[in-house]
C-alpha cells in the first residue's frame, strides 16, 4: 500500500525550494495509514509527486524529506551513499591534521534530517532525533562501521528532542567494540576529554573547534573571562597562549570538573585558573558590582531559542548578557558572543548586539564574523542549519 501525504493547494513552494520540513499546517490528507517513522510520498495538492520522506506524526514537522527524486528509493543502499558522501566531505577538509574528532553526520546539511553523528577517533557517536532515522537505527550503525576507521557506534539519543517524536531517550553501545568512556580529543594542540556517555550532547562542542583558536587575538599577559565554558577549551587556549589570568564560569559542577581535568591534560598549573560555579548572568551582574574587568571575554550560553516562539525571550536573553559583558570590557578588550538558537538569524543576532553596545554606551568593531566549524557544513536551502552566529569584538 502506497502511503502518502498530499499537501494544501499554494503550499507545495518550500518544498520545490528543497527545504526538508513539511509542517502539520500545510498537509491536507494523509492516505494510507502510515507508521511512525514509514517512507511516505508527498505531492501537491494536484496529485503530482514532489518528494519522498519520513513520517512523523507526533511533531509539529510530520515529514522530513529524504529525496527529492523520483528513482531513490528509501532503503539501505540510500543510507550508505549519504554516509559515504558525508565522510568523503569531512576527509577532504584535511581536518586530520589537526583534530582526531568532527561532526560526521550533520542532519539536514547531509541530507539526512535527524541524524547526527560525531566522530571520536574509531568511535562514532550518533543522535537519532527523530522517529524515521530511529528506524534505521541498526542500519545505520551497521554502515558506520563499514566506514574506515569506525569500530564502534555508539548512541546519545538521550535527549529531549526525542519527545517531540514521541521517542524515549536512549544511551549506550549500538554496535562493534565496547569502548573507553573517556576520549582525549586533540584539536590545533590542545587536548579536551570527551565523556562518550555522559557528557553534554555527545559529549563535545565541536562546532567552536576554530574559533577556540582565538585566531588573530593577542592574548598575552590578558585577563580571560570564558563564561559557559563547559570543558573550558577558550580560557584553555587562552592560556596555553600567554593569558595572565583565566576565570572559567559554568552552573555545572560537572562542567566545571571536566574543565579542570582539561587543564591538567594540558599542564596547566589550575591553581592559576579560577573557577566559577555560578549563573552568567548573575556571575556579571556580581562582577560589575564589584567593578571587575577583563580583558577578553567569552560568551558562548546554550540555545537559548529552542524555536520560533521562543526568539523574542531569547533575544531578551543575548542582550542581557552582551550589555553586561560589554561594560566589563576593558578599553581595547575583545568579546567573543555566540548564539547556538537556529532560530535566531545571525542578522538578528547582530542587531541584538548592537543594540546592546549602545545601551552599554560602548562602539565596538566587528573584528571577525564568527560560524561553525566547516564539518557542520551550512545549507543554502535550509537557513535553519546556519544555527551558531558569533561576533568578534574589539573595543
Ligand atoms: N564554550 C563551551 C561550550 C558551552 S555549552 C565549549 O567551547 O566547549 C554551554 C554551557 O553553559 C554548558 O556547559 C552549560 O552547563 C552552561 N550553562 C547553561 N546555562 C548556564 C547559566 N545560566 N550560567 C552558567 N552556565 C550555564
Redesign the pocket.
Known amino acids: 500500500m502506497i502511503t502518502s501525504i498530499q499537501l494544501k493547494s499554494k503550499r507545495k513552494g518550500s518544498v520545490l525550494r528543497r527545504h526538508p520540513w513539511i509542517f502539520s499546517g500545510a498537509v491536507e490528507q494523509i492516505d494510507g495509514n502510515p507508521f511512525p517513522g514509514d517512507t511516505v510520498e508527498i505531492r501537491a495538492s494536484d496529485g503530482t509527486w514532489l518528494a519522498r520522506g519520513a513520517y512523523s506524526p507526533e511533531s509539529q514537522i510530520v515529514c522530513r524529506i529524504l529525496t527529492w527524486n523520483p528513482e531513490e528509493l528509501i532503503d539501505r543502499e540510500f543510507f550508505r551513499r549519504r554516509l559515504a558522501a558525508a565522510y568523503a566531505y569531512r576527509e577532504g577538509l584535511g581536518l586530520s591534521d589537526v583534530t582526531n574528532g568532527y561532526r560526521l553526520v550533520f542532519g539536514e546539511s547531509d541530507g539526512l534530517p535527524g541524524l547526527v553523528v560525531d566522530r571520536y577517533g574509531s568511535i562514532a557517536v550518533g543522535q537519532f532525533l527523530t522517529v524515521g532515522m530511529d528506524r534505521w537505527k541498526v542500519v545505520i550503525s551497521e554502515l558506520l562501521l563499514e566506514l574506515p576507521g569506525i569500530d564502534s557506534v555508539y548512541e546519545r539519543s538521550d535527549t529531549s528532542a526525542r519527545a517531540r517524536e514521541g521517542l524515549p531517550e536512549a544511551n549506550g553501545l549500538l554496535a562493534g567494540d565496547k569502548i573507553e568512556p573517556m576520549f582525549l580529543l586533540q584539536e590545533y594542540g590542545m587536548k579536551l576529554w570527551v565523556d562518550i556517555a555522559g557528557g ?1 550532547k555527545t559529549g ?2 565541536l562546532d ?1 573547534r576554530e574559533n ?1 583558536r582565538l585566531e588573530g587575538i593577542d592574548v598575552v599577559g590578558k585577563s580571560v573571562l ?9 580560557g584553555i587556549r587562552a592560556w596555553m597562549r600567554g593569558a595572565a589570568s583565566v576565570t572559567q ?4 559542577e560537572d ?1 566545571l570538573d571536566l574543565a579542570r581535568r582539561n587543564a591538567q591534560a594540558n599542564d596547566l598549573e589550575s591553581a592559576q585558573i579560577t573557577y566559577e560555579k ?4 548573575q ?1 556579571l551582574r556580581s562582577c560589575r558590582d564589584a567593578r571587575r574587568t577583563y580583558d577578553i571575554i ?1 560568551l ?3 540555545k537559548l531559542a529552542e524555536n520560533q516562539g521562543q526568539v523574542e525571550k531569547a533575544c531578551r536573553g543575548y542582550k542581557d548578557l552582551n550589555l553586561l559583558a560589554l561594560k566589563l570590557l576593558n578599553p581595547g578588550g575583545r568579546l567573543l558572543t555566540f548564539s547556538c538558537s537556529g532560530a535566531v538569524t545571525p542578522e538578528l543576532f547582530r542587531k541584538v548586539v548592537g543594540d546592546a553596545a549602545r545601551d552599554a554606551g560602548k562602539t565596538p568593531r566587528i573584528a571577525k564574523v564568527l560560524q561553525q566549524a566547516p564539518d557542520h557544513p551550512l545549507s543554502l536551502d535550509i537557513p535553519e542549519a546556519d544555527y551558531l552566529t558569533g561576533l568578534d569584538l574589539s573595543l
Open positions: 553534554q563535545a562542542y567552536q577556540r570564558d563564561c559557559f565554558c563547559y570543558g573550558g577549551g577558550f564560569v559554568d552552573s555545572s562542567a555560578a549563573d552568567v548572568f556571575f567569552v558562548d550560553p546554550p
